[in-house]
């Protein structure tokens, strides 16, 4: 039983890799597929010491003039920021370590517009960004690293903990 836990945690991570590094290799950026690596690597073993998370939120029903970019909802568009330090991480361990589950597939033709109602990033000891997600709500497609993918609820779930009640619903509803 363990040994088939294990064949299924190795397929899952090597599926994971494929999935990244098919996306890093079509846009041809190196530092996103380091960055990326280095997140899973952090996450796998369980060393979150000095990581940290920002999440940035705005209801994606209120509406705005314009699409939102990730700077303008991180420069004062949002209606919920909260910084979470590695010892509240590390309490969500198995929580992150689904990120490994998440299905990142390029889409078929790229929009390049974001919009961005919730956005969050993983930061190392030194505040250099290893992993972001950016969304605009509903399940459609995402920004992992800059890189435009269908969309994924486990991408969003993993934050939960860290979000306030009715943003979950909200989020939650627009995923079922």
């Known amino acids: 039983m363990k040994l088939q836990k294990t064949i299924i ?77 590695d010892k509240s991480l590390k309490e969500h361990i198995d929580l992150l370590k689904r990120l490994s589950d998440a299905k990142l597939i390029p889409v078929e033709k790229e929009s390049g517009i974001i919009d961005a109602r919730l956005y969050y990033v993983f930061k190392d000891e030194s505040g250099n960004e290893i992993f972001s997600v950016a969304m605009r709500g509903k399940n459609e497609s995402m920004f992992v690293n800059g890189n435009e993918v269908e969309g994924d609820k486990i991408l969003c779930e993993v934050i939960f903990p860290f979000l306030p009640e009715n943003a979950i619903q909200k989020l939650q509803s627009m995923y079922e």
Do not use: W
């Open 9 to 85: 945690l190795i397929f899952t991570m090597l599926t994971l890799f494929a999935s990244v590094f098919f996306i890093i290799n079509r846009r041809n950026n190196m530092n996103s597929k380091i960055s990326v690596l280095k997140f899973l690597q952090l996450i796998e073993d369980e060393r979150l010491d000095g990581l940290s998370l920002t999440v940035y939120y705005l209801c994606p029903s209120v509406l705005t003039y314009y699409p939102l970019t990730i700077e303008r909802l991180v420069n004062g568009s949002f209606e919920y920021h909260v910084i979470i330090n």
